[in-house]
């Protein structure tokens, strides 16, 4: 994009494009003159179907349209231009003369961005400019840091939705090369030995699953694992970290690479390898800041789906935990709290929603009581597979213990629980358990919370706001759900 800085820049750095529509000449000239001396570059166009034609062949970085020009107006312009979702982001200042006020309010209600009245100072011209491209600038990074966290949503929300291995790495590799528009991304893991690594994806080529690499061949992983920081290098054939092995590199089809560390419990698990083929090589601060985001994400994922048990990967020394309940198949007390720290962790840094449901089994004991312990655990068998028929596949679902679950929903807001949550208790309350002694009928109750909010700032909060939520539906009835109040 042009950015309005670049009005200032000397002869070798033409600044952005204005358009200069007007019918008289020596207004024209004036005003392009103007321009041109602050380093701008101004197009006169003599009237109004010419300037839509301009616009339409090279959109300029802002437009300085005359109202009164014969054949097609300054208005009549001015609409089509704002009427087009193609060209309405582009400034419009209209010229005027002073005794057309009427002209005046009828274009700015049709979207003009601002006016000036002639004779117009060289001056006043410039600082209106400068003003209205400083604007589009901004408006043009916030869209850009719109569709980036957007990005960055959908690949969390991607992967999260999936506990298998090559499924997680597709997604990270292709939606990051879709991002930087890389020619090649890769996911290295850093296998046992200090020398070897693994390519476990890499974008242009699908069938890529455990590729065993020499790092002694590739000094910029080195670095990133040895420093646990990211590795820039602008020029292949020009950068020193590569001096070691410019001989492989001659005649190579990409000329800039990235390397991001993936940290895992303070340890480097593995690297997210991207190398771009662009003429201007490099990488910008916002692709830079975009993939490592993309690395935090990646080590969560890579931890939620024990990537690591065949990559030979013993210096990460990772607990070989017992992650499920032997009894339902739900997640176990000790995982949720692990994945509650982590997703809280994540929801505070990026200010993602993240909400949490307490449930109990209504009146159990006098099951277990007249039933015995083995239908008691047929029902809450059933239950957990009622509960997982009725949740999202992001969602974490844990036996919290006894006849107690609790379910994780991240980048979800208190709203978005609430409605699960009814789901669940209606599937729950509808659904006949097929008992040995005969169909049994269960309610549940429900207690559901949510970060951010104005009591939760801490992960005990956010458990103690949902367990009191619980607490008031078994107070008020049970069989019913109770969110958490701020």
């Known amino acids: 994009m ?23 000449a020596v207004a024209r000239q004036i005003v392009t003159d103007a321009l041109a001396d602050r380093g701008f570059v101004a197009e006169p166009v003599p009237d109004g179907a010419a300037a839509l034609e301009r616009v339409a062949a090279d959109p300029p970085a802002l437009v300085l349209l005359d109202i009164l020009m014969p054949g097609l107006s300054g208005l009549e312009v001015l609409r089509k231009l704002k009427g087009d979702p193609k060209t309405q982001p582009i400034p419009v200042i209209l010229v005027t003369v002073k005794d057309t006020p009427a002209d005046l309010v009828e274009g700015l209600e049709a979207g003009a961005d601002d006016y000036l009245t002639k004779p117009v100072a060289p001056a006043e011209l410039l600082a209106r400019v400068r003003a209205h491209l400083r604007t589009r600038e ?60 693994y390519v476990v994806a890499s974008h242009d080529d699908p069938s890529i699953r455990h590729l065993k690499i020499s790092l002694r061949k590739y ?24 001096a070691e092995v410019r001989e492989h590199l001659r005649g190579a089809p990409f000329v800039s690479i990235l390397v991001l560390p993936i940290i895992l419990r303070e340890n480097v698990v593995g690297t997210l390898l991207l190398r771009t083929s662009r003429l201007t090589p490099g990488f910008t601060e916002r692709e830079i800041r975009i993939c490592q985001l993309i690395a935090d994400i990646a080590a969560a994922a890579l931890q939620n789906a024990h990537l690591f048990e065949s990559l030979e990967l013993a210096n990460v020394n990772l607990e070989r935990l017992a992650l499920v309940d032997d009894l339902t198949g739900a997640f176990n007390r000790r995982f949720f709290f692990r994945r509650l720290e982590e997703e809280f962790h994540r929801a505070r840094r990026y200010k993602f929603p993240l909400a949490c449901i307490f449930l109990d089994i209504d ?36 036996r919290y ?66 367990d009191d939520a619980l607490y008031q539906a078994k107070a008020e009835g049970r069989d019913r759900l109770v969110a958490s109040a701020d």
């Not at 000094?219 to 590569?242: C, S």
């Open 2 to 24: 042009e950015s309005a800085q670049n009005a200032l820049a000397g002869p070798g750095s033409p600044g952005p494009r204005i358009l200069v529509v007007d019918d008289e």
């Open 401 to 466: 213990g006894g006849e107690e679950f609790a379910i994780l929903l991240p980048m979800t807001p208190l709203e978005g629980a609430v409605v699960e949550g009814e789901r669940i208790r209606q599937a729950i309350r509808t659904h006949a358990f097929g008992a040995d002694v005969g169909p049994v009928h269960m309610t549940i109750s429900l207690g559901v919370s949510a970060f951010p909010a104005a009591r939760v700032g801490s992960v005990e909060d956010l458990i103690a706001r949902a």
């Open 219 to 242: 000094p910029e992983i080195r670095m990133a694992v040895a420093q646990r920081q990211r590795v820039v290098v602008n020029n292949i054939q020009e950068d020193p970290l590569l």
């Open 363 to 398: 009146r159990f004991k006098p099951v277990n009581d007249r039933y015995g312990h083995l239908v008691g655990d047929q029902v809450l068998k059933e239950v957990t597979e009622v509960i997982r028929g009725s949740i999202r596949r992001t969602d974490i679902l844990a």
């Open 138 to 197: 901004l408006l043009a990074q916030f869209e850009k840091n719109r569709e980036d966290l957007a990005a960055v949503l959908e690949i969390s929300r991607a992967v999260s939705s999936t506990l298998k291995s090559s499924e997680i790495f597709g997604i990270l590799v292709d939606r990051t090369a879709r991002i930087v528009q890389a020619y090649r991304c890769s996911l290295v893991l850093i296998g046992e030995a200090h020398d070897t690594a």
